[in-house]
């Protein structure tokens, strides 16, 4: 929870459609860009690294303020791994990671941007560092699709499932070992979130296995006809 100084964060407040807006706005000039811009590789490593400098300070902020554990810190949520991807894509270009990242990591990555589960708020370095690695990710998958030209496919779809339903039951023990929620498979958000209307747990669970079948289809079906700078995998 937010100390008694730190500015705390109010859903849907200003400082939240803000961070929205940004993300609209990157979104948006990105498309506009995609035929008209080339971004060398050096680039896409300098922003793997603004990436991978944000979520470290992240982790020494939680171990200064005394906030780091086990239970609550580990790289171990769907948008934390997310972003561990996008990382290693930019920084090598392997086209393999173009299914979940832009599968799982944009449809983890939208639900976070709408609901966040933020105790801070603007203008600390938590509220810059979830919506800056947030957004990150986004335009990561966005990025390799529309200006790459990689193509994410049907079969990436269930391949995604596939890998997010293998990762549960390590991450179900990890809860269990450290009394942690990470991806909430022990009970929902406190502040909201979409699970408030999937249905009590441990139901919610398995709605949620429909509801990111459902978005990943729906991201597929948007991607599926679009056209590529580089041609398709």
Not at 124 to 148: E, N
Not at 180 to 208: A, C, H, Q, V
Not at 211 to 221: D, E, G, R, T
Request: aromatic fraction near 18%; include cysteine; proline fraction near 4%.
């Amino acid at each position: 929870m937010a100390a008694y100084n730190e500015p705390t964060f109010l859903l849907f407040s200003m400082e939240h459609m803000a961070a929205i807006g940004v993300l609209c706005l990157a979104i948006l000039l990105l498309f506009i860009s995609r035929k008209r811009w080339s971004v060398l590789p050096k680039h896409e490593r300098l922003f793997a690294l603004t990436l991978l400098v944000m979520e470290v300070l992240y982790h020494v902020w939680m171990i200064v303020t005394g906030r780091w554990g086990l239970s609550d810190s580990l790289p171990l949520e769907l948008c934390s791994i997310s972003l561990l991807v996008a990382i290693v894509l930019l920084w090598t270009g392997n086209k393999h990671l173009i299914d979940f990242i832009f599968f799982a990591g944009i449809g983890g990555a939208l639900q976070a941007m709408a609901t966040p589960v933020l105790d801070v708020g603007f203008p600390h370095f938590r509220y810059f560092h979830f919506f800056y690695t947030h957004v990150g990710i986004i335009i990561t998958a966005l990025y390799f699709t529309w200006m790459k030209g990689y193509r994410p496919t049907f079969k990436g779809v269930l391949k995604t499932m596939i890998i997010l339903n293998l990762m549960l039951p390590l991450i179900f023990a990890v809860n269990v070992l450290f009394q942690g929620n990470y991806m909430f498979l022990r009970e929902k958000p406190f502040n909201g979130s979409l699970l408030d209307y999937l249905g009590p747990y441990p139901w919610y669970i398995l709605s949620l296995e429909g509801v990111a079948f459902f978005i990943f289809l729906c991201l597929w079906l948007l991607v599926r006809k679009w056209r590529f700078r580089v041609g398709s995998r």
